[in-house]
């Protein structure tokens, strides 16, 4: 409360100076604007110099930086990024350039950041300009501040609809040690801490609210009241694949968003998702009840990433997969053995055995939460033995960032182009080249694809939710697994399949000129790092001469 008291103060003495000044550089007379003008100190703070009118002048960007020499250079890129936002809105013909974005430098500096991120740019842009948007982005690219700064740039409250208790503290605490107030409301809250938050929230003294979809279908009649009246300037649904009623990770609340919504004066909805293809993007869409949309599709090829498809006989498997895990190339670096069960995984772990390799399996049911836990601190490096190698189901390692992961091998396809991308996406996070070795038969029907339809068949059998068409929902499961099928089968680039699934055919689309000014002031300058390795159709010349498991080990080297 003090803090703002000060910032009140600060804003009527800027406006008493000001409006003294009649607007004007007291040094060269040049209007300025009051958001643009610096109030200069005529005697520093450092050297005791007080706040009051006598001590302060108005000066233009140029006549400040001469009174501060060694804060030329950054008062010199204030200059340009004001600028910059002011050509950018003078040129905007489309509506998309908001007047916040003057604002872009002190606040991307706030959140400990120089630049935007290659496509950030364009997703702040649209929600400043009061549009809903889907981001269909991999983890760790970045989406987070995609919803933060728009948040703290509009005025109001942003409610934040996240999954999991761990990542809204974690997002929680990072804002409040940048002095960004923010807070949650959960279930681990006493009543006294939950009445404290809720009397912040309707002071508006929080900025950024997270809470779990279920928060909205509490017991508590006064509860549900008093999120209604908050009135959200935006609302943001992370993990948005959880809305999607047919997805794996479907979770019942998140699937009344819609109404939420509605009850809370229908705000642009931010939603987030590390993997979904068009198909899921319109389901999302029709679930949340988002019209004026833009759909944000990022960073889905990853090029470091040779993608093989090795057509093999399940029975051989073990054996190829024991020299890849033997490829001097790999030596301290990481690999991971995705398995779609279990009992495979079981299988795969005796076979490897009897090879003379020990790797330890991961999966849900594995021994107790201690032993679950020791495993992945293992694989991070953060426990002894440490471990290179391990043998896992996609329970493993979906939420984990680990850089040096060169190698990772399919047993066999997975349930969901979705998923493959997940899985495979676990290689190359350090940017270093890295393989994605996956095995299949070459066929439509068989032991893999009849593994994966019982899966499917299990999983709506135990579904549970009102309303839901099991027989469509089975269909719709079916499908996806055979579009891997046919992915995995086809004769054409892997890589482009992949993004035309997530992305459709590729436009190219020149931006504004106004955008472009503002990635200019605003946006990462990075070259893109080519690599010699694509996939099994672009490389088979080298493949046929090589080797499958050569190939691999001349990609892991570099």
Not at 179 to 198: C, G, H, M, W
Request: aromatic share 6%.
């Amino acid at each position: 409360m003090g803090q703002r008291n000060a910032i009140d103060s600060w804003r009527e003495i800027r406006l008493q100076v000001l409006e003294r000044d009649n607007h004007r550089c007291v040094s060269c007379s040049t209007p300025v604007r009051s958001a643009e003008a610096d109030i200069h100190h005529l005697l520093p703070r450092s050297m005791g110099g007080t706040d009051e009118l006598s001590n302060l002048i108005t000066l233009c960007d140029g006549c400040h930086a001469v009174h501060h020499p060694n804060l030329a250079g950054g008062l010199a890129r204030r200059i340009i990024e004001r600028w910059a936002a002011r050509l950018a809105r003078w040129l905007d013909t489309e509506g998309t350039v908001s007047e916040g974005v003057g604002n872009f430098g002190p606040v991307l500096r706030l959140f400990g950041k120089d630049r935007f991120r290659e496509g950030q740019l364009p997703i702040v842009l649209a929600a400043l300009a009061g549009k809903s948007v889907l981001v269909v982005s991999p983890t760790g690219s970045g989406k987070t501040l995609c919803f933060q700064l728009p948040a703290v740039l509009r005025s109001g409250l942003t409610m934040v609809v996240s999954p999991l208790k761990t990542l809204m503290s974690e997002q929680v605490s990072d804002l409040l040690a940048r002095k960004v107030p923010a807070t949650f409301i959960n279930s681990d809250l006493s009543i006294e801490e939950k009445q404290t938050r809720f009397s912040m929230l309707e002071r508006g003294a929080i900025k950024l609210l997270y809470l779990a979809p279920e928060r909205f279908f509490v017991r508590s009649e006064s509860e549900r009241a008093r999120l209604k009246q908050t009135q959200p300037s935006f609302i943001v649904v992370d993990e948005a694949h959880c809305v999607d009623q047919w997805g794996r990770d479907f979770r019942r609340e998140y699937g009344r968003l819609k109404e939420v919504r509605e009850k809370l004066g229908a705000p642009p909805v931010l939603a987030f998702t590390a993997t979904a293809g068009r198909e899921m993007q319109q389901r999302i869409l029709l679930s949340l009840g988002i019209e004026d949309v833009e759909v944000f599709v990022r960073d889905v090829d990853r090029p470091n990433i040779a993608l093989l498809r090795w057509r093999c006989a399940a029975e051989q498997r073990a054996g190829e997969i024991a020299s890849l895990l033997r490829l001097r190339e790999l030596k301290g670096q990481k690999a991971m053995v995705f398995v779609p069960s279990t009992k495979v995984g079981e299988e795969l772990q005796t076979a490897l055995g009897n090879l003379g390799l020990d790797v330890p399996l991961y999966h849900s049911k594995l021994g107790n939460a201690w032993e679950r836990q020791e495993l992945v601190k293992r694989f991070l490096g953060q426990s002894k033995p440490p471990l290179d190698q391990i043998i896992c189901t996609n329970a493993f390692g979906m939420g984990l960032d680990v850089p040096n992961v060169r190698l990772v091998i399919h047993w066999q396809q997975s349930a969901s182009v979705e998923d493959q991308l997940q899985e495979f996406g676990r290689a190359g996070r350090d940017g270093k080249a890295a393989v994605a070795v996956m095995f299949h038969t070459g066929a439509s029907v068989g032991r893999d694809i009849s593994r994966l339809r019982f899966m499917a068949e299990k999983t709506v059998e135990a579904a549970h939710v009102p309303g839901l068409d099991l027989e469509q929902m089975l269909e719709q499961r079916y499908r996806q697994i055979d579009q891997v099928a046919e992915m995995m089968k086809a004769r054409a680039c892997m890589r482009a399949s992949i993004s035309e699934y997530f992305q459709g055919p590729k436009t190219t689309r020149r931006p504004s000129l106004s955008i472009r000014i503002l990635d200019w002031a605003f946006g990462a300058r990075t070259k893109s790092r080519r690599f010699r390795a694509c996939c099994d159709h672009c490389d088979k010349a080298e493949i046929k001469r090589r080797g499958a498991a050569r190939y691999v080990a001349r990609v892991i080297a570099g």
